[in-house]
């Protein structure tokens, strides 16, 4: 069984920033990418970044510049600091853990970017 902790999300007025930070224990091995996504209702979930082990990155288009991953796949760690935030970017914001043989995601954590 597999536990996420997740954290930072809620309100910021555009402009502003926000920092999501997820830890996850338990049963995971050998996890080779950790990542976050954001869905919005009757809309897929898309990614929104992902890191590697080794530390590789990618990011949507829609975040490149504004949004920062990082983190730790050894130790089921991974951080998103997000800048300029738009209203486009309120979603339910998802912690995702890529390890052999398995998938997990976290509950989710809402970020809303409102005046």
């Known amino acids: 069984q597999v536990q996420f902790v997740e954290s930072g999300g809620g309100l910021v007025q555009p402009g502003g920033s926000l920092r999501l930070s997820c830890a996850a224990s338990?049963?995971?091995?050998?996890?080779?990418?950790m990542g976050w996504y954001r869905q919005v209702p009757e809309k897929q979930r898309e990614l929104v970044a992902l890191?590697?082990?080794?530390?590789?990155?990618n990011y949507a288009d829609s975040v490149k510049g504004r949004f920062t991953i990082s983190g730790d796949t050894a130790k089921n760690t991974v951080y998103l600091q997000m800048n300029s935030l738009k209203p486009d970017d309120t979603a339910v914001y998802y912690c995702?853990?890529?390890?052999?043989?398995?998938?997990?995601w976290g509950k989710g954590i809402l970020v809303t970017v409102s005046s």
């Open positions: 890191i590697r082990s080794g530390g590789r990155t």
């Open positions: 995702n853990i890529g390890a052999a043989g398995a998938v997990y």
């Open positions: 338990g049963s995971i091995f050998s996890s080779y990418a």
